[in-house]
Structures are given as C-alpha cells and as structure tokens.
C-alpha cells in the first residue's frame, strides 16, 4: 500500500463544504507545469481519473483504475490513512481557526515551564521564519495550527532538544483529550540563522489512537507481517506494526519498501511518501510537486518488480493543490491505482 501524501485527482462532491471547489491537485499542477512525464502511472490508468496534460487515458494489462471518494468527515492524514484501514468517522477532529483556547494553552505552558509564541493558523515556513529569531532569544516554543486538525510545535534544535521537544509533543497530547482531541500534535524541528531557517527531517506526528480494530490489527490476527514506512507509525499510534521506520524523502522510503518487500513471508507494507505533500502541496510549488511525481514514476517499475506475485495500491489520504491561494489540504478524490 503506497500513499502518496495529497495525490488529489479532483474536487470531492462535497469540496464546496470545505472551501475547496475546483481543487485538483495532479491535474492543476500539470496544467501549471505545461505537463507531466510519466509513462508508468500513465500505464497504470492515472489519465482516466482527471485531466492530467501531457498523461493519456489508458492502462496495461493486469492493472486496475479507480478514484475513491472518502465517506470520514475532513481532510486530513490520520483520517485519510484510517479510512484505507477500515475506521470511517462521523465527526470531524477539531480545528482551531482562532488559535488554541485557555484550556489548552495555558496548562501546556505550565506543563513545559515556559510561554508559546503564535498560537494561531499559519504556513509552517512562514511562521518559522516570522518567530524563528523571537524563539532563538527566548527559548519559547512556536505552536501554531492549520486548516487541519494539529497542534504543532516548532523549536530550534540549538535551542530545544529534540527529545525534549518530543517530551513537549507528549504533553501536549495528554492535554488535548476530550472535545480537544485533535488529530496530531507534531513537533517541527528546525534548523539555520534569521533568513535561512530550515526544517529538519526528525518531525515526528503523536495521532490520537484509532477508535477501533484496523486492517493492520487484522493483518497481524491472521499471521500477515506489517511493516510501516514514513509516518504511518505515527498515524497509527504505533498499534498494529510488526516493524516500522521513518524515512528521510520520497526515495529513502521507497528504498525502504523494497527492503521489505524483499523479505520473506505473507506481509503488508504500509509506506506514506510525504515530500508531495509537506515540501510541495502546503508551499504551493507546482513546480517541484510535478518533479516529485515525475521521481516517483521513474522507480514504480522497481516497486512492480519486486512485488514477487503480490499487489501494489497506490493511493492518496487527500489533496493539497499547489496551484490555490489556501495552503492547506484539500478536500478530494483520491487515486486507486493497482498492479501485479
């Protein structure tokens, strides 16, 4: 199972609910980038989906083509990411479009023995680079929101530890419980001086738990290894893994999965591709998305080959068009692509 973090084909029935009517994440971004090169998705059936300049409608044999649209309230990753696994939700998880309330707020600081900067919606960039040097001086940690439902903690790694800024996260998810359970807390280590600061590749997400059995708990019910790739232990609270490792990039995590694949035995291997989503959808750089895609296309042949008479299902958890004024996710159907 291959998700690839925001891969959006088009606006879902209800986009308009969440301000995100005409969103197309794969077919706006080609159109922006005078289209897209890649033979292998092509061959897999992805032109039948949306239209995507420069990818024909048409598919190999022996592979499947479909879109899905999600049934879960939002569009976010845990709730993308638990529907593939069999947890449909009736309610969203909260947002916070003014910042976090007292409630929250006021004992995460007590907690941490320090005051936050922020606490409102913002791009993580933006953010880092507009209180980076107040939180150099300071020592006060950066929280801020979005458009979905996380609380997220940014700190210097000179200035805040990494694992005393995932102790912060720990916290702050024993805090936010109740009508505050948001989806993620995610610490957002960064690096560099005033200018130039730079986001490290230690982020880590803390995912309120799933409410019930997944796929993955099935899978390990019936003697069938799980391995997950990215942050798909995160996702899922770390419950239902036979093993799991974050990856550093895209390639780092498709060189992951084959790893896995290689292994002997009945498996499922779980990968989340991230950089769609973290380094190109939420910075609106069409561009370096279409690149990212055009990357992936080119080592899908590895990932076929290495199936060893198993299925590969290429997905997204939903969409971030890069080519729209919001950075934040948005509300789309999403591809099911299958081979082997």
């Excluded at 690839?4 to 080609?30: E, H, K, M, Q, R």
């Excluded at 990411?81 to 309610?91: K, P, Y």
């Excluded at 060893?308 to 591809?335: A, I």
Aim: one cysteine or more.
């Amino acid at each position: 199972m291959l998700v690839c973090d925001s891969f959006g084909v088009g606006d879902a029935p209800d986009a308009a609910a969440y301000g995100d009517a005409g969103s197309d994440t794969l077919g706006n971004c080609a159109r922006a980038v005078g289209g897209l090169r890649v033979p292998a998705l092509e061959g897999l059936g992805l032109g039948y989906l949306t239209r995507i300049e420069g990818v024909a409608p048409r598919a190999e044999p022996g592979t499947a083509h479909g879109r899905l649209t999600e049934r879960s309230a939002g569009k976010d990753t845990t709730t993308g990411h638990w529907e593939m696994a069999g947890i449909v939700l009736d309610r969203p998880f909260p947002l916070y479009p003014e910042g976090f309330p007292p409630e929250v707020i006021e004992p995460f600081e007590r907690a941490i023995g320090r005051e936050v900067l922020g606490n409102v919606p913002a791009s993580g960039t933006e953010i880092i680079e507009r209180l980076g040097a107040e939180h150099l001086r300071t020592g006060r940690p950066i929280v801020y929101t979005s458009g979905d439902s996380v609380f997220q903690i940014a700190c210097h790694v000179d200035v805040v530890p990494l694992e005393t800024l995932y102790e912060w996260c720990r916290i702050a998810r024993g805090i936010l419980v109740g009508e505050h359970s948001v989806g993620r807390v995610i610490a957002r280590p960064f690096e560099g001086e005033p200018g130039s600061f730079r986001r490290r590749p230690e982020r880590r997400d803390f995912s309120v738990p799933p409410p019930g059995p997944t796929l993955l708990d099935r899978c390990l019910e019936a003697d069938v290894a799980v391995y997950g790739v990215g942050k798909i232990r995160d996702i899922f609270a770390e419950r239902g893994l036979t093993e799991a490792v974050y990856s550093d990039s895209n390639d780092h995590g498709i060189d992951l999965t084959l790893g896995y694949l290689r292994r002997p035995g009945p498996a499922l291997v779980f990968t989340n591709l991230v950089d769609f989503d973290s380094k190109y959808g939420h910075r609106n750089d069409p561009q370096g998305y279409a690149r990212a895609v055009e990357a992936l296309d080119g080592r899908l042949p590895e990932l076929i080959a290495a199936l060893d008479g198993g299925v590969l299902f290429l997905t997204g958890d939903h969409g971030c068009d890069p080519t729209t004024p919001s950075t934040d996710h948005s509300r789309e159907r999403t591809p099911l692509l299958a081979a082997g």
